[in-house]
Each structure stands twice: as C-alpha cells, then as structure tokens.
T-cell receptor, first 113, second 113 residues
C-alpha cells in the first residue's frame, strides 16, 4: 500500500521556468510533510517542510502548497536553474513519535539551460 | 559539525552471505534511522534506534537487524543476502527522534551477486 503518491516521475523544465511536483497522501495521521532533494551519489537533503496548520510555506525560490481537505501537497520551484536538476522526494510522517518517513517514489527533474 | 558518516561506501557480496553496515550520527544526535533505497521501491524505512533501543521497525523480514551503541553509532546487519537486497542503504540522524528533520548520510551501496 503506497501511502504517499508522487507525480510526475520525471519532469523537464526550461531555465527560468516553474517546476511543479505533486504528492497525495492517504493517512490522516500524518502531520509533517517534508521535501527532500537528492543529487547522484549523495543522501537526501531536507529542502523545505510544512505542517497541516498552514496552507503555504515559502523559502527562497521553493514553495510548498498544502491542501488538507484534498490530502495533497506540492512543491513549486520558481525561476528554476540547472543546479536544481536532481531527484525530489516528498515524504510524510506522524509527528511526535519515532515513526520513519514515508516517501513518495521521487521525481527526476531536469532543468534545461 | 561533521555530517552523518557511513562506512563502507560500496560493498559487493554474494548471495547467502551476511553484511554489516556502519553509521556514525552527527555529534550530539541520539536517534539513528535506517532506510533502503531501490529504483523500484524507492526509499523505505527499516528501523529507528534511540539510546540503544529500537523504537520502531518498518516492514522488512527478520534478516534485517540493527543495533545502536552507547556512543549513538549504529550498525545494521543483513543475513542470508538475496539479490533483491541490492540497494543504497541510508542512515539518518536527529537529536532525539522527536524532532522532525532527518539528516541523511551519503549511504552504502550494496551489490549482491
């Protein structure tokens, strides 16, 4: 049972464009939703995270939009740059405990110069 | 502060053998989690340790085990290796396990022949 569904699997965006990656979750007990960025040969690194009490969070060029009623959240990368080319994972976790992160399958993003 | 370190970085084993992977968390971090990353299944939670105790376990067979030492360093062991165990094994740490941000290491690439 895939508890976090991520789309698209791959995405090509022109430099300067907006990259949008979507995730949907099933477990309403999740209350922490991070996005991770992974470059080849490296472990995932936390990019930005949100809790369901807010609908949007922005950090620099990265924005998370969160829709609690639809159980969906998305990552927007504004002014996408070639250095943003990486694999992005959404994740979810039940807060306050020792549960591991439940990850989406990942999106391979390529920013064309 | 040094990041999460994992050794070895690469490992080749044959079916039926066993393997032990090591993880040193960020100094002061007492929680260590392990994840398996494969192209087909993505990132999956294996288990989490805090103060030498396993607090949570993912849906993996008993061949996968781990432990944590008093200095918070952790090892995971896979016995009777199968071809399907070929994966990137990632270790993540955080101060208490109750803080949501997980800091990942670069992983150990295990190949089973």
């Amino acid at each position: 049972q895939q508890q976090v569904k991520q789309s698209p699997q791959s995405l090509i965006v022109q430099k300067g464009g907006i990259s949008i990656i979507n995730c949907a979750y099933e477990n309403t007990a999740f209350d922490y939703f991070p996005w991770y960025q992974q470059f080849p040969g490296k472990g995932p690194a936390l990019l930005i995270a949100i809790r369901p009490d807010v609908s949007e969070k922005k950090e620099g060029r990265f924005t998370i939009s969160f829709n609690k009623s639809a159980k969906q959240f998305s990552l927007h990368i504004m002014d996408s740059q070639p250095g943003d080319s990486a694999t992005y994972f959404c994740a979810a976790r039940k807060g306050g405990g020792a549960d591991g992160l439940t990850f989406g399958k990942g999106t391979h993003l390529i920013i064309q110069p | 502060k040094a990041g999460v370190t994992q050794t070895p970085r690469y490992l080749i084993k044959t079916r039926g053998q066993q393997v032990t992977l090591s993880c040193s968390p960020i100094s002061g971090h007492r929680s260590v989690s392990w994840y398996q990353q494969t192209p087909g299944q993505g990132l999956q939670f294996l288990f989490e340790y805090f103060s030498e105790t396993q607090r949570n376990k993912g849906n993996f067979p008993g061949r996968f085990s781990g432990r944590q030492f008093s200095n918070s360093r952790s090892e995971m062991n896979v016995s009777t290796l199968e071809l399907g165990d070929s994966a990137l094994y990632l270790c993540a740490s955080n101060p208490t396990g109750l803080v949501d941000e997980q800091f990942f290491g670069p992983g150990t690439r295990l190949t089973v022949l």
